[in-house]
């Protein structure tokens, strides 16, 4: 299963159907406003506009987000009422530093809430955790499952059986020469600094697993373009986004089987169901490439 979030601020302009068809199997979009990524960029997002993207994208989107409005909850609900009205099903959304008592509201209503707004609190991760435990014994208590944004860190999501995430952290190593592998015999992911012979020839084994030469991965200028053929570059530059998705994609398939968290009324899968988010449509189609290779290596198996 390919999973990818795919932002209304970011990809507009964007095939969505080309993405799920480079996969070549069964995936699931998650749509989201983009509209944290849209306030910090100092530009707006007009309901009418992500309304008719929902309902272009209607026969691919498998699950969509309200438009948030942040810090601003009774906006955000509104939002949330308009689009229903226009028979278009969204999570609503409920940010850290809102009213509980909004909460144990959209729990008693909905099954299905998205939790958003720790992006600026990441560094803070213990008052985050005590944060989501209290919202999820709001959720148990109601029988309400939730979606994580913007959930990277590992611990966080191997400790709370969230039904659903999104990550972008797969794609951040590309920019800062840095590859994610997924070491299943520890359950963790393993990050490796490219360009380094000792640390590839020490995680060549795992390098090797996820597709990935680790003589390649080792050489110093990997993934850069300076004195190489086109080709070169490509091969490298595919390999540095790939080897990532699809350690990702091994960690999703880690977290379902850990967390089996069961689907809410209206959804068929099981989570927890990992998202890989992302602003380049590049990078989702390597990924989906990567992740199909993948699922064919372990059929053959």
């Not at 009774?74 to 509980?100: C, K, M, Y």
């Amino acid at each position: 299963m390919f999973r990818y979030l795919t932002s209304f601020h970011y990809h507009r302009e964007t095939d969505l159907a080309a993405i799920g068809a480079a996969y070549g199997g069964p995936y699931e979009v998650f749509a989201d406003s983009g509209a944290f990524s849209a306030a910090t960029t100092g530009s707006t997002i007009k309901l009418a506009d992500y309304a008719a993207w929902l309902h272009q994208w209607r026969h691919v989107i498998t699950t969509a987000a309200t438009l948030d409005v942040i810090g601003d909850p009774d906006a955000t609900h509104r939002n949330t009422l308009a689009l229903e009205d226009q028979g278009i099903r969204v999570l609503p959304v409920f940010h850290i530093g809102s009213p509980w008592r909004r909460l144990e509201a959209l729990c008693a209503s909905y099954r299905y809430i998205a939790l958003g707004g720790m992006v600026p609190y990441a560094r803070r991760t213990d008052d985050v955790m005590r944060w989501l435990i209290r919202a999820f014994r709001i959720a148990r208590h109601h029988g309400a499952v939730y979606h994580g944004f913007g959930q990277t860190r590992f611990a966080t999501i191997a400790a709370l059986p969230f039904y659903t995430v999104d990550s972008s952290s797969w794609a951040s190593g590309a920019r800062f020469g840095v590859m994610s592998l997924w070491d299943s015999q520890h359950s963790r992911i393993v990050q490796l600094t490219v360009g380094r012979p000792a640390e590839a020839r020490k995680h060549a084994g795992l390098l090797r697993t996820h597709g990935a030469d680790p003589a390649v991965v080792g050489r110093r200028g990997f993934a850069t373009k300076a004195g190489k053929p086109p080709e070169q570059f490509q091969a490298e530059d595919t390999m540095i986004r790939a080897t990532p998705a699809v350690a990702y994609g091994r960690l999703g398939r880690w977290l379902e089987r850990r967390h089996h968290v069961a689907p809410p009324p209206g959804w068929t899968s099981t989570g927890t169901g990992l998202f890989l988010a992302d602003t380049d449509t590049k990078n989702f189609t390597v990924a989906a490439r990567a992740l199909a290779a993948d699922a064919r290596k372990d059929n053959t198996s």
